[in-house]
């Protein structure tokens, strides 16, 4: 299984949307950079990801899962854009926010502390880990 970082604005895309899809889930769709894009045709189903809140919260609020591997993104007649489908599996107990990643010492090296911008990236086992430690999971 590998883990990944899913970055939303809540006013486009919030986690309560996400979790009113259900079992169903909804595509990620939307997606406009070839790093991000990249990273979802690696996905597979079952895969993990923090849904993060960008913007104002800045935090991984919920956990979620793939439900459908790289696929045409249905907002644009572009080929070069695909997406994953994913599907919420719950909320984080205590939301992880930005602040409190770069403060621990032991998440120096995630993509998110490093790369605020990419919307899709990549999580390593230990640095779920220890998100889903500060989160009470």
């Known amino acids: 299984m590998q883990y990944w970082l899913f970055k939303s604005e809540a006013l486009t895309w919030s986690w309560d949307q996400q979790v009113a899809k259900g079992e169903a ?18 996905m597979k189903l079952g895969d993990r990801g923090f849904f993060y809140h960008s913007q104002d919260e800045k935090a991984v609020v919920g956990v979620v899962e793939v439900c459908a591997e790289a696929h045409p993104d ?17 909320p984080m107990p205590k939301p992880v926010t930005l602040a409190m990643c770069k403060a621990d010492p032991r ?31």
């Not at 406009?32 to 990249?38: D, S, T």
């Not at 997406?83 to 719950?90: E, S, T």
């Not at 502390?113 to 990549?122: D, E, F, I, K």
Request: glycine share 8%.
């Open 74 to 90: 249905s907002t644009t007649d572009d080929p070069r854009w695909e997406c994953v489908d994913i599907k919420a599996v719950g």
């Open 25 to 42: 889930g909804e595509q990620w769709d939307g997606v406009r950079n070839y790093q991000a894009r990249n990273n979802m045709r690696l």
């Open 107 to 137: 998440l120096a090296d995630m993509v998110l502390v490093n790369n605020t911008r990419l919307s899709v990236q990549p999580v390593t086992e230990a640095e779920w880990k220890i998100v889903c430690e500060l989160g009470g999971l």
